[in-house]
Structure formats: structure tokens, C-alpha cells
């Protein structure tokens, strides 16, 4: 089974002419480490299924890059915002390893939930996974120390640590990169003693 539909299938079911008509509307894509996928000002049309790499989104504000968020192999990723109301995004994409990718975008997706209502199902499940994902992102911000974000990162998304350049990491737990290395730093010295 293509690894797209495999991904589908972990939360819906549907019949195997439903999967083929998923297949067609699909687009292969490939990035290069640093490549972007999109820029800020562009109409965000389209939705993909990360094959292999990572990518992360990003801000601009007053001239810093200021990370959102990561999405590696098997994942999910478009601007809802952009894309459902069609609207210039604000986000940059930006591949952090040479990425593999299927896209599909809005006029064909829109079609596909007319002719087989059953993948609306699967819009849904998928936004509602974003929506937890910010509510959890934003309560780490909220409610605990740089440590403590630290620590819940390593614990709930190690892909992260493992794959992704420390001052992006630092950009996405809203802190300096400095703050990070004294962070690591410390912690790695009491596991020594």
C-alpha cells in the first residue's frame, strides 16, 4: 500500500477505489536541505505528506526567524489559515533535511470530498490533531520554565533533539540559543555525577 494511504488508513477506512482516486490527485515533490517550500505572502493551496526529511515552519518578526513547529516522515503539514480561507500566509517553510514529499492541493482535495465524502472524515481528524498540538504548544509556553519545556521535548518528540539544529530548537521554545546550551549544559553535568 502506497505510504500516503497507509497513513489514512491508521484513522479511517475506506474501499480500495477511494484509494485510488486519493492516489490521483497526489503530487510528488522534493526539497533540498534549506530549501523553501513557501514563503511568507504566498496563498498556502495546498496540503502534504511528508515521505522522509524534516521541515519546520517559521516567523519573521523584527528581522528574527522565530520557529513554530517540526514535521518529520509520516506527518501532515499545511497553513489551515492560508489554505482555508485563502488568505497570504505568514509562515515560511523551510526543509532542515532533503525532504521527500507527496502534495496535493485545495481544488483537487475539495473535489475528492465531494465525490467520496468518506476523506472529509480524515480532514477533520487531522485538523483536530493541529488544533491539539498548538493547545499543547501553547501551554508549554505558558506554564513552564525553559527547563521544564526542554525536558517535555525530549521526552515527547526526541526526533527533534535528535535531527534538528539546536538554535531552531531554541527558536521554538521561545528562548535565546545560549540559554539552551547553559540548559543542556547543566543537564548533561548531573547526569555525570
Known sequence: ?????????????????AGEAFLKMLHYRELKRKDHLMHEGKICDFVIF?????????????????TGQFFFENGWFSDYQSFITATPTQLNVQALEDCKMYMFYKPD???????WPVF??????????VVMGMMRKNESLTNLSYEERYLKLIKERPKVVER?????????????????????SRLSGGRKS
Open 120 to 129: 472529509e472524515r480524515f480532514g477533520r481528524l487531522i485538523a483536530e490533531q
Open 109 to 115: 482535495l475539495l473535489k475528492l470530498y465531494d465525490e
Open 50 to 66: 511528508i515521505v522522509s526529511g524534516c521541515i519546520r515552519y517559521y516567523y519573521i518578526k523584527d528581522g528574527e526567524e522565530r
Open 1 to 17: 500500500m502506497n505510504v500516503v494511504l497507509k497513513s489514512i488508513a491508521e484513522r479511517i477506512s475506506f474501499n480500495e477505489e
Open 164 to 184: 534538528v539544529p539546536l538554535k531552531y530548537i531554541a527558536s521554538y521554545l521561545n528562548m535565546k540559543p545560549e540559554s539552551l546550551s547553559r540548559i543542556r
